[in-house]
C-alpha cells in the first residue's frame, strides 16, 4: 500500500514500508485532516483558512500554503525539486488529496458500511 492515513483518532499517516510520518504540527494535520474530510475533492485555500481560524491571521493563506509545502515533503519525500506533486496536489483554487481509497481509514470504514447497508444484519 501506498502512503496510508489514519483519521479515526488522532491524524496520522505512514509510509509504504508502515513506519509513521512525521506531520510536524497541529495546524499541518488540522491541513490534512480537511482534505481527508473531502475525499479527493478540491478544498478552496479560502475554505481552509476558515477551517482552520475563527478569526484568521493577516498571512492566513501563506500559512496554509506553507503548512501544504511541508506535507508534502513529508508525504513524497523521494519527489525531484519542481516535479508535480502527486499526492496532495494544487487544483484551481486550492488543494485535493489524492490518495487511494484503500489507504485512508475513514474511506475504507465508509466504503465498508455502504457495502453492507442493504445486507441482512446476520451477513453485515
Known sequence: MPVGFGVLGPVTAWDDA????????????????????ARGRTVPV?????????????????AVRTFVAA???RLEPHRPPREPARLLVT??????????PESVDAWRFEDTVAAVADAL???A
Open 91 to 100: 487544483g484551481g483554487p486550492g488543494y485535493a488529496l489524492r490518495a487511494e
Open 121 to 123: 444484519p446476520r451477513a
Open 18 to 37: 508502515g513506519a509513521p510520518v512525521d506531520l510536524k504540527g497541529p495546524r499541518h494535520r488540522a491541513v490534512l485532516a480537511r482534505l481527508v474530510a
Open 46 to 62: 479560502g475554505q481552509i483558512v476558515d477551517d482552520l481560524w475563527d478569526d484568521p491571521p493577516a498571512g492566513a493563506v501563506g
Open 71 to 73: 506535507l508534502r515533503r
